[in-house]
């Protein structure tokens, strides 16, 4: 391939390389056996992108900052690697970090963020290639819709048993606006240009003319990526972050769908398919909280959520334009050879009628092709529905779709059958899952709120302007029932559901906003959140059970219902540990509640993204559910970060609808939910042991005096306000106490320190307090829902670095909780180390643990650079900085924040 300058090929990771790297006349070798292994598992193409990709920027900061930025950038890495090694003490790297000037620092931080985001991006494409090598139909890989099909059809009850779990299969991601995304959107489409550019370098001939200039458009794009600021300067908007999210569906999602549904179709019958009426059925349903959960963000109004159904409207009408004008263009069956069904030209005839000059040029553009001609009409009535054309405009998606089938069934009858379940049956699929709204709108706001809303209405005196706003809402949610139909918005999730007259109270808003003829359709979602809401939630359904207004949509469902489930909070209120097995038994209560009262209850998982907030692998997670729980639905939050690593390209946005799918068809079978029950039998009193005195030392940490003064000296919390993550809040009040902290920042702020204390804390304590190790060692192999606790656990354990911890606790200047947090670190770690009989975390996840263990060591260096930044503002002189310093530690604080998040991939 084409050089880059040599001489400033000095970034490149050591540790990626194929051997050692030369610096000037030094020479380093690989300085760790550990490292050393995992740098030897580095797939070779892996290994010559990030080798590309750093030298590079190595010649974009050579160019940049000059060859003395190079020097400082190459000098803290050598540093922070020998300290893994030993070679190098903190104190070392401390004084090295210390002696440049503020400006260097931020330079030296946004360099090492930089070199993430490529990395991330060299390990994404190496995803996709073994995504490809692995696609193989006759052996399809594990946890794909295809493996799915084949073990349900070979070991559950054969053909009607995958018909009917086929049938039944429910999988509805809500995007979220949370704020964890800690990239600006300028960010992640110039990663996204690089990542293009990359692509085209790949598939080009080596020491061809497309090589050289791919190699300097990526070249180019890098350097747009190094001058790109990393910070947002102002807040972002509610409509900022649906636009945000709607890229994922304009990039990949749209497209993806229909791929998705012609796999599981091909799995079903792989000769029949694109030959007959699909026996796939669209299993995947979008919703969007952006620009309707309101919950703690005043910024969010009805005018907001209205706004975002149209944009949202407008993006997904554009999307089907393109796609029914590709079809239609791609039509050209002549009538003689494919005539036309009576129903076809019936439609035809009725457009004239309407529409004479429109079908008009139609038929002259397309003579003796009508198949083609209704689709172009239909591409038409798409346009004038965007434009709010009323005369041309489609009323509903259903409409379009009897178009469709029209068209389908007319090409079926001609013979026609590739042209019929083909291209054309994509479209189809596409217009089912996403109608004219494209996600389903949900609305979120919390009882508090209600209650005093319904407060004020009884009085019957002047309305307060929040009580109003939640009026306006139940209005703007009956417009858009009207505009695009009750699939656009008719779910209402209620944040800390204590009792069923949190539900009722929706009800009575919503008699209040509108007279009884226009109050719009609800189902009013409970959101159960702490672990005491958690605990009483089968009797607040039996309370809901008892509203007529409950009682008329069940009837009008088939008896279905729907209850959420906060991770977040309930995590954050007694532990990791004990919110995991509360929740587990919350599921199984909630499933056997269903079961006794004949309800299809679906329940919606409030995961994040990291796993302090329920994150981690979603597919895993679903086969260590209750059993009774999935039931063939499986409904979850897609929340910041988790957005852009799922959707951000095709192929991976594929493998993760496909990873859903077949746990959710698995989960809900027999064999998987009888290991379960079995499993939890024989451990579930250990658990419950585990949980007690996991708990109990989680609640002793949280509660100890002035702790929430201690957590913000130690970490970055106060600040990450200033990254303008999102438009929410940090905090649902003007309370300054962790009880009105939300769990986004809790995470976010102890994995900057290097802690991560929500995704372990307990667990050592719980495990020691179950005296036989045997017992732990056989529910870690035989219960999914323990080795999944434990696995979670591991991965935060792995990303957790003692030593730079410990920095970041003495902040605080309180000694005693720093040696509480450290020996229950030390604790977990052996003791997960001994139950899961690794003799090193992640020993059992070759991928992770060499992705971490490459990591670590570049994380370390912007750790550093922010606890310089941090000491300083914490410091007994923070008070005599100069106003330039002040802003300079600050920016260099909130660089560092960025890089570690794209470092570590877990934010909030």
Known sequence: MVNARAKHRKYAPAHLAAGAISVGSVTMTAVSAERDSARQEVPEQLRNDVKLLGEMLGTVLAESGGEDLLADVEKLRRAVIGARDGSVTGEEITAIVAAWPLERAKQVARA????????????????????????????????????????????????????????????????????????????STSILRVSAQLEAWHSSHEGSSAAAEAHRRLLEEIDLLWRTSQLRYTRLN????????????????????????????????????????????PFVRYGSWIGGDRDGNPYVTS???????????????????????????TLTAYSNLTPASPALLDALASAKAGQPELTAEIGARSPNEPHRQLLLLAAARLRATRERDADLAYPDADAFLADLRT????????????????ELQHLVWQAQTFGFHLAELEIRQHSEVHAAALAELREGGELSERTEEVLATIRVIAWIQERFGVEACRRYVVSFTRSAEDIAAVYELAAHALPAGRVPVLDVVPLFETGA????SPHVLDGMLKLPQVNKRLDETGR????????????????????????????????????????????????????????????????????????????VTEQGEVIFARYGQPAIARRHIEQVGHAVLMASTDAVQERERSAER???AHAD?????????????????DFAVWFSRVSPLEELGELRLGSRPSRRGAARGLGDLRAIPWVFAWTQTRVNLPGWFGLGTGLAAVEDLGVLQAAYREWPMFSSLLDNAEMSLAKTDRDIAQRYLALGGRPELTERVLAEYDRTRDLVLKVTGHSRLLENRAVLSRAVDLRNPYVDALSHLQLRALEALRGEEADSLSEEDQQHLERLLLLSVNGVAAGLQNTG
């Open 682 to 684: 024989r451990y579930r």
């Open 560 to 635: 279905r219902i729907e209850v959420m489930l906060g991770y977040s909070d309930s995590a954050k209120d007694v532990g990791p540990v004990s919110a995991t097995l509360r929740l587990y038994d919350a599921q199984a209560r909630l499933a056997a509640w269903a079961e006794e009262h004949d309800v299809r209850l679906t329940l919606f998982h409030g995961r994040g993204g990291s796993l302090g907030r329920g994150g981690g692998p979603a597919s895993r997670a679903l086969l260590a559910q209750a059993p009774g729980s999935v039931g063939g639905r499986f409904k």
């Open 238 to 281: 509610p409509l900022d972050e649906v636009r945000t999210a709607l890229a994922a569906f304009d990039e990949t999602i749209f497209s993806v769908i229909p791929q998705v549904y012609r796999s599981l179709d091909a799995a079903i019958d792989p000769e029949g398919t694109g030959v007959r009426p699909p026996r796939a059925t």
């Open 407 to 422: 068209v389908q069934e007319s090409l079926a009858e001609a013979g026609a059958v590739r042209q019929a379940y083909g």
């Open 533 to 536: 809401d958690l605990d009483a």
């Open 112 to 187: 090492f963020t930089v070199y993430f985001h490529l990395a991330n991006l060299a390990e994404e494409h190496q995803r996709m290639r073994a995504l490809r090598e692995r696609d193989d139909a006759a052996n399809p890989p594990r946890e794909s819709l295809a493996a799915a099909v084949r073990a349900i059809r070979e070991g559950e009850g054969g053909e009607e048993r995958l018909d009917e779990l086929i049938a039944g299969m429910e999988f509805h991601p809500v995007v979220t606006a949370h704020p964890t995304e800690a990239r600006r959107r300028a960010v």
């Open 303 to 329: 005018d907001i959520t209205r706004e975002a159904v149209l944009i949202q409207s407008e993006h997904v009408l554009r999307g089907l334009e393109a796609s029914c004008t590709k079809v239609a263009r």
């Open 689 to 705: 042991t585990i949980a007690r005195a996991a708990q109990e030392a989680y609640l002793e940490l949280i509660n100890t005096e």
